[in-house]
Every structure is written in structure tokens, then in C-alpha cells.
């Protein structure tokens, strides 16, 4: 039985911190980063919410559906090419670098992101240890659910149209990401949850864990035995079900948490 269904969240109540003295990090032990936003902000990736202008909160909510897309490929790629050009300049952070660097080393990380531009690949991570459970913006695949074609990687910006039509069943191509309306993969949600449930420290990147995959993975790890580390700017509403919470750029703590691996070992 998935976990992922309301009644089932509730059986991860809030138990609060159960873990305290040192904790040893050494090659075997399951590290499990799940990162939101925040990582991505200190990237100086565009979140678009908010922001106005001529992609305001009204215009994506009607782009980025599934009908919004497709009432208008078009209009819809000019948006997401935007988004391709703009996440395009940015470059991974330390924060990204670290976790990349940690499995360079021989450590078992694994990533689940909330972010959809491709960061953490560009940073070094191995494709199989990241989950893109919102999808990226580096991949295309068919807007016909009953199509076989298979999802590709494309980095061009800008974007050639004339590669935006389906060679199978000619309907518009779209960007592999979770559009409003939509339900994530449920076989990636599979995936991150096998991941979550055997993992030994898990650590909540740049995300406040109000809503949910997020809250649910740090709770179910919490549940299943992990250590549960917070790091956030600030004080988020997981603060209280976290062991530790470390405030600051995510990009500082990791750094640190790697040079400490490296010259020895990091406890909590
Ligand atoms: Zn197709």
C-alpha cells in the first residue's frame, strides 16, 4: 500500500525529534537529500511565482495544464523557453557541488529534488542517484499520454520548433515536467519512498516541508529510523520533527559537512 494517500500520511504523526548524541557518518551510511527551492535560489534560478510581468501567476497557471499547453504549444514553449534561457545562466552552487562531490568520494547519496532544472546532474551527480520528482526542463516527451514515444534529453536554447512534433502521432511535444493538474509519477514516487524508508540521515534541503511530497518524506524517514537533519535559512514548520536543524545557505553547511568528511569525519 503506497503511503502517498491522505489516510496514509496520517500514520506519520509528528513524533518530534527522536535522535540525540553524535551521529557518525562513514561510506555506508544511506545519505538521502531531498531539496527544494531553496537550493536552487541560492543559484539565483527564477521561481517566476509572484514575480509579475508578463508571466504572472494567472498566465502560467493557464500555460503550465495539461489543456493550458495544448490550447497553445506555442504560447507554452515561448514560457518554458524563457524559463530554458534564464536557468541556462545559472550554474550549480556549492550546495549542489557538495552532494555531487560526496559521492565522487565513495559516500551512498542519493537526491530526491522538487527542482526542475537540472542542477544537480550539471553538478556531477550520477543520473540513477537523482529523483527529478517534478521533472525537468531539460527533457521533452510527447503530449499524447497513448504515445510510445520515448522521453529525450534536449539542452538547446533556444529551442528549434521544428523539433517540436511528435514523429510518432504528430501531436505537440512538451517539456517533461509535472504541469499543474497532474499527478507526480507515482513510479518515481515509488522509488523515493523505497529510498526514504531504508535511508540512516536524511537531510531536508531549502524547503519548508509545508506541502506535500516534502513533509511526508522527512516524516516517513523520521518514522523509519533516519536521522532527520534540516537545512534551511530559517525555522521552517518541519523545524519540529527534525533531529538537528542547521540555518544558513545550504551551500555553506554542505561544503562544510564534505571538508569534515574529508579530513576525517562530521558528527552531528
Ligand atoms: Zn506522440
Known amino acids: 500500500m503506497s503511503v502517498w494517500g491522505t489516510d496514509d500520511m496520517m500514520n506519520f504523526h509528528n513524533t518530534g525529534p527522536k535522535h540525540d548524541g553524535p551521529f557518525k557518518i562513514t561510506k555506508k551510511t544511506k545519505i538521502t537529500a531531498l531539496c527544494g527551492a531553496g537550493i536552487s535560489a541560492e543559484s539565483g534560478v527564477p521561481t517566476y511565482r509572484g514575480s509579475g510581468g508578463l508571466w504572472n501567476n494567472i498566465r502560467i497557471q493557464e500555460i503550465a495544464t495539461p489543456h493550458g499547453f495544448l490550447a497553445d504549444p506555442e504560447r507554452g514553449w515561448e514560457f518554458y523557453g524563457e524559463r530554458r534561457k534564464n536557468m541556462a545562466k545559472c550554474q550549480p552552487n556549492p ?18 529534488t522538487q527542482n526542475i532544472d537540472g542542477l544537480q546532474h550539471r553538478a556531477g551527480s550520477s543520473k ?24 529525450f534529453d534536449n539542452t538547446d536554447v533556444p529551442i528549434d520548433p521544428s523539433i517540436l512534433e511528435c514523429k510518432i502521432c504528430g501531436s505537440p511535444l512538451r517539456p517533461a515536467v509535472v504541469f499543474f493538474q497532474e499527478m507526480l509519477d507515482p513510479r518515481l514516487m515509488a522509488e523515493a519512498e523505497r529510498r526514504t524508508k531504508e535511508t540512516d540521515l536524511f537531510f531536508v534541503i531549502g524547503t519548508s516541508g509545508t506541502v506535500y511530497p516534502a513533509a511526508g518524506f522527512a516524516q516517513i524517514a523520521g518514522a523509519f529510523g533516519a536521522r532527520v537533519v534540516e537545512m534551511n535559512l530559517e525555522e521552517t514548520p518541519l523545524s519540529h520533527v527534525c533531529d538537528e536543524t542547521i540555518l544558513g545557505p545550504s551551500g555553506e553547511t554542505l561544503q562544510k559537512l564534505l571538508h569534515e568528511l574529508t579530513d576525517g569525519e562530521f558528527k552531528f
Do not use: P
Not at 97 to 109: M, P
Not at 128 to 151: A, F, P, Q, T
Open 128 to 151: 540513477h542517484k537523482v529523483i527529478e520528482i517534478h521533472g525537468s526542463l531539460w527533457r521533452i516527451k510527447c503530449s499524447n499520454i497513448s504515445c510510445d514515444m520515448e522521453v
Open 95 to 112: 550546495g549542489h557541488i557538495a552532494l555531487a562531490e560526496l559521492e565522487k568520494q565513495g559516500y551512498d547519496v542519493f537526491t530526491i
